[in-house]
């Protein structure tokens, strides 16, 4: 049976908004969630993490597919080692409120030095009609064993 070491949470936007205020850059990685677990650097057994998260968008180009591109990484940079992608397309006519649910794992995951692991979501659109309405969030718990 696999033990609990450590479980967080990130919440960057805790609710959908009715209203579009803020856009995603075309082609530039913005974070979305992040979080750090505390994991012993001398943890024994098979580190494995499950990551659980949500994005809220808002598709409105009307002459073009949108796509969003996500990524979960192991680390606070868009370049570090990659555990999750998905690229979600929308086409004109499916212009309005989406919801994507994030379900990821990383397994045998070395036990880091600094005893804290971490996560980061980042959101990159192919074009700044994809609005950032929410939620955005960003979970991870780590067991051994």
């Known amino acids: 049976m696999g033990r609990l070491i450590d479980a967080r949470t990130s919440m960057n936007i805790d609710a959908m908004s009715p209203t579009v205020t803020d856009f995603f850059p075309s082609f530039v990685p913005v974070l979305m969630g992040q979080v750090g677990l505390n994991v012993p650097p001398d943890t024994t057994g098979i580190i494995r993490v499950q990551l659980t998260g ?5 598709s ?4 073009d597919i949108s796509t969003l591109i996500l990524t979960i990484v192991r680390g606070t940079s868009p370049t570090d080692p990659q555990v999750f992608l998905s690229a979600n ?8 409120f989406h919801t994507i649910e994030i379900s990821a794992a990383d397994y045998n995951v070395p036990a880091p030095a600094s005893g804290v692991l971490a996560y980061s979501l980042f959101g990159m659109a192919t074009s700044a009609m994809i ?3 929410g939620p955005e969030n960003l979970n991870a718990s780590a067991y051994t064993g």
Do not use: K, Q, T
Request: net charge negative; glycine share 16%.
């Open 54 to 58: 949500m994005a809220g968008l808002f």
């Open 60 to 63: 409105s180009d009307p002459d």
């Open 131 to 133: 609005g950032r309405v």
């Open 89 to 96: 397309n929308y086409n004109p006519e499916e212009a309005g």
